[in-house]
């Protein structure tokens, strides 16, 4: 069974989706859905309907535009429902859309030991799309922290191979040659938007050495932050390292991040003249 928009909206935020709700606001004379129904379109899908038609085509594609352009919006539109949208319902219908955009990078944590363990809530509570992987299915916790995404992989370079470009990488397995794979495959790459390595300065010189030997230029194998963490957070303690990393993470976005927009919403005047029933 399909879910509703309510229950789609509760799904999406989990997985922190983008999505746009919209909403039949007014209508005048004759029309497909009366006003207040709703429906949510993401990138691929819709849920509910207001109405069907090629006004619920139309509506569709004016919500992924706005997908497309990766923002939090508003937007009114006005739609009179005869020949130009092929419904003769000869009514009136105006739609309000809110686009809801994934805000903050994709953030690939690697390994779910005790730093990992400390970590996962520390990044679930900021505003970043946060995939947990490891091998071990029994290291995860028995309650996700919510929004979390957990992924049980034999091979964990199968999410590295597949990640979004500019995705964050955080490494932290139980395990020095993955670690090593992990890096260099994201190294290869070239996309990252930050990749950060759990370790000593002597495991960080280590595979220095390694990746040099393997080719890898230099200035590449510099955008590796080994050891991982904001210098001047210190501790050694899982909770004290995990804190080091999300403010080095938080830093990191915040310095990525463009210049938000100030959200204009709906003119009032605009909305009242145009969604008005006639008496």
């Known amino acids: ?6 229950d789609a909206i509760a799904r999406l935020r989990d997985g922190a989706e983008p999505y746009v709700l919209v909403t039949v606001i007014g209508v005048q004379g004759s029309t497909p859905r009366e006003a207040g129904c709703k429906m949510l379109v993401t990138g691929d899908a819709s849920y509910d309907s207001i109405g069907g038609g090629h006004l619920e085509l139309v509506a569709i594609e004016h919500a992924r535009h706005l997908l497309q352009a990766g923002a939090d919006a508003q937007s009114l539109q006005h739609f009179p429902l005869g020949a130009r949208l092929g419904q003769c319902c000869g009514g009136r219908a105006t739609l309000l859309f809110e686009c809801f955009a994934v805000r903050g ?13 400390a970590l996962a809530p520390l990044l679930a509570g900021l505003p970043l799309r946060l995939e947990w992987v490891d091998s071990r299915a029994g290291e995860f916790p ?12 034999d091979d964990p370079l199968e999410a590295v191979e597949k990640a979004a470009p500019g995705s964050y990488y955080l490494i932290m397995t139980h395990n020095h040659p993955l670690d090593y794979a992990l890096a260099e495959a994201v190294l290869k790459r070239g996309d990252a938007g930050f990749l950060g390595m759990i370790g000593s300065q002597t495991k960080a010189r280590r595979f220095q050495l390694r990746l040099e030997q393997r080719g890898v230029p230099a200035e590449v194998i510099a955008t590796l932050h080994c050891p991982i963490g904001l210098p001047g957070v210190p ?36 909305l009242c003249s145009e969604t008005s029933t006639p008496g």
Request: avoid cysteine.
């Open 105 to 117: 990078p994709r953030v690939l944590l690697f390994g779910a030991g005790h730093v990992g363990r």
């Open 142 to 153: 028995a309650e996700l922290p919510t929004g979390v995404r957990a992924r049980l992989l």
């Open 1 to 6: 069974m399909t879910p509703g928009w309510m």
């Open 235 to 270: 501790g050694k303690r899982p909770l004290e390292v995990a804190i080091a990393v999300a403010a080095q993470v938080i830093a990191r976005y915040q310095q990525d991040a463009p210049p938000r927009a100030t959200r204009a919403g709906v003119d009032w005047q605009a």
